[in-house]
């Protein structure tokens, strides 16, 4: 069975930050693109930040200059640090990312279950 484990959220203040951690868990043949997405209350799931297998970043405009995303391939997880937040950034967020179970199965998406983020003003 492979399972994304979330971690790291929680209360913050406004201008603080959060580490969030999300570890893959089980065995695959690859981790390709892996990412953050968030969903507020009444809103659609966004994306937050992406990092490919070789490194490459994308954020959202909403959080560029404040979150960093960082993966560690042997630990198999990917990290987001959220300085800086504001009360706008409270929502619950999920982990993705693309596996492939075995050498020549194809690639498929996997979530996180999620992880509740509040940020009081």
């Known amino acids: 069975q492979l399972q994304l484990a979330e971690s790291g959220g929680g209360l913050a203040q406004a201008g603080t930050s959060l580490r969030l951690s999300c570890e893959v868990v089980?065995?695959?043949?690859?981790?390709?693109?892996m990412g953050w997405y968030r969903q507020a209350p009444g809103n659609q799931r966004e994306l937050v930040a992406t990092?490919?297998?070789?490194?490459?970043?994308n954020f959202a405009d909403s959080v560029k200059g404040r979150f960093t995303i960082h993966r560690d391939d042997g630990k198999k997880t990917v990290y987001l640090e959220m300085n800086s937040l504001i009360p706008e950034d409270t929502a619950v967020y999920y982990c993705?990312?693309?596996?492939?179970?075995?050498?020549?199965?194809?690639?498929?998406?996997?979530w996180g279950q999620g992880t509740q983020v509040t940020v009081s003003s």
């Open positions: 993705k990312a693309a596996i492939r179970r075995h050498r020549f199965a194809a690639e498929s998406d996997y």
């Open positions: 089980g065995n695959m043949f690859r981790i390709n693109d």
């Open positions: 990092i490919t297998s070789a490194g490459s970043t």
